[in-house]
Nanobody
């Protein structure tokens, strides 16, 4: 069983940056593909970014060039640096850990981009 706790959400203005973090406990962190997903009101959950155990990253089309995902296996954390934020980035951001059929989610952290 893996527990995931997100932090770092908040209110920012358009064009600003924000970093959200996820701390994991349980499981063997380094084997998991870690990801960030987001869900805006009335919309489906979508991939923001993921990083595999080998360090290979993948980004959703809507954030390519603006976000960077990173993981620290020693600290069991995964971070998401978001730059040039737009109002349409407003959503609850969820941390995810996947390994085979195992799929774990955090409770999410709210990011609001508004002037």
């Amino acid at each position: 069983q893996v527990q995931l706790v997100e932090s770092g959400g908040g209110l920012v203005q358009p064009g600003e940056s924000l970093r959200v973090s996820c701390a994991a406990s349980g499981g063997i962190f380094r084997f998991y593909t870690m990801g960030w997903y987001r869900q805006a009101p009335g919309k489906e959950r979508e991939l923001v970014a993921s990083v595999r155990s080998d360090g290979i990253t993948n980004y959703g089309d809507s954030v390519k060039g603006r976000c960077t995902i990173s993981r620290d296996n020693a600290k069991k954390t995964v971070g998401l640096q978001m730059n040039s934020l737009k109002p349409e980035d407003t959503a609850v951001y969820f941390c995810n850990a996947k390994l085979g059929a195992m799929d774990y989610w955090g409770e999410g952290t709210l990011v609001t981009v508004s002037s």
